[in-house]
């Protein structure tokens, strides 16, 4: 059934919202992102805006599972099963630090400096994942391929990689066990860690050139987990 006029007017609205509390992050950052700026800029009254976003806390929600989907979207645009494992897992690193670099203050807001009085709900865990997914597909099709290399079978440890961590990074298989994820786990963080030295500037002074060094740190990554 198509959206009705009042759902498509109101689903309008909310991009004219969540745009405009974009252009915040950028201007002043997400501990100072105001429903009342952002409802001044729209020209609407600011008990209209609470219609869509009763709260700061539901807008920066909505801009973090946004940001996270846009991610993840980037990560799945990149990754072409066809090549081979190692290849896949560098360009969809690449993937993501382009996103990152082209969006570093939504960056920021999902990888940067918590917002004070903010705690992000349990709506975000899905799109959050979906990079780690994209890596674990990598890993997973490269398990049964016989890509990776025989493990020694360490005992499933559920205080150390849940199930559900264990079901992102390429699920069951007997290639993959606890070291494995453990290493994978190491590599996904590492990801970010990496872009957010480049983007927050602590690369300076010790990195030339940052493509070349992404790529090698990405490819080490990828050895990490055994590609």
């Given at each position: 059934?198509?959206?009705?006029?009042?759902?498509?007017?109101?689903?309008?609205?909310?991009?004219?919202?969540?745009?405009?509390?974009?252009?915040?992050?950028?201007?002043?950052?997400?501990?100072?992102?105001?429903?009342?700026?952002?409802?001044?800029?729209?020209?609407?009254?600011?008990?209209?805006?609470?219609?869509?976003?009763?709260?700061?806390?539901?807008?920066?929600?909505?801009?973090?599972?946004?940001?996270?989907?846009?991610?993840?979207?980037?990560?799945?645009?990149?990754?072409?099963?066809?090549?081979?494992?190692?290849?896949?897992?560098?360009?969809?690193?690449?993937?993501?630090?382009?996103?990152?670099?082209a969006h570093p203050h939504e960056y920021a807001l999902l990888y940067g400096s918590p917002v004070p009085g903010y705690?992000?709900?349990?709506?975000?865990?899905?799109?959050?994942?979906?990079?780690?997914?994209?890596?674990?597909?990598?890993?997973?099709?490269?398990?049964?391929?016989?890509?990776?290399?025989?493990?020694?079978?360490?005992?499933?440890?559920?205080?150390?990689?849940?199930?559900?961590?264990?079901?992102?990074?390429?699920?069951?298989?007997?290639?993959?066990?606890?070291?494995?994820?453990?290493?994978?786990?190491?590599?996904?963080?590492?990801?970010?860690?990496?872009?957010?030295?480049?983007?927050?500037?602590?690369?300076?002074?010790?990195?030339?050139?940052?493509?070349?060094?992404?790529?090698?740190?990405?490819?080490?990554?990828?050895?990490?987990?055994?590609?």
């Amino acid at each position: 059934m198509p959206p009705t006029a009042r759902e498509r007017v109101r689903a309008e609205l909310t991009a004219e919202i969540t745009a405009a509390a974009r252009r915040q992050l950028a201007e002043v950052g997400a501990a100072a992102l105001s429903l009342r700026a952002v409802a001044r800029e729209l020209g609407m009254a600011s008990s209209a805006l609470y219609r869509y976003f009763p709260s700061r806390d539901d807008l920066l929600t909505r801009l973090i599972i946004d940001g996270y989907d846009a991610l993840g979207a980037a990560a799945e645009a990149a990754d072409d099963p066809t090549a081979a494992p190692r290849e896949r897992w560098v360009a969809v690193c690449r993937a993501v630090r382009g996103w990152a670099r082209a969006h570093p203050h939504e960056y920021a807001l999902l990888y940067g400096s918590p917002v004070p009085g903010y705690a992000a709900p349990r709506d975000t865990v899905p799109a959050a994942a979906r990079v780690g997914v994209v890596l674990g597909r990598v890993l997973g099709d490269a398990a049964r391929s016989g890509a990776l290399p025989a493990v020694t079978g360490v005992p499933r440890d559920r205080s150390l990689i849940s199930d559900e961590t264990a079901a992102v990074l390429g699920g069951g298989h007997p290639a993959l066990d606890d070291a494995v994820r453990l290493r994978a786990l190491l590599a996904w963080s590492s990801l970010y860690g990496t872009i957010s030295f480049e983007l927050f500037g602590h690369l300076v002074g010790s990195v030339e050139d940052a493509d070349r060094y992404f790529d090698a740190a990405m490819a080490e990554l990828a050895g990490l987990v055994g590609l």
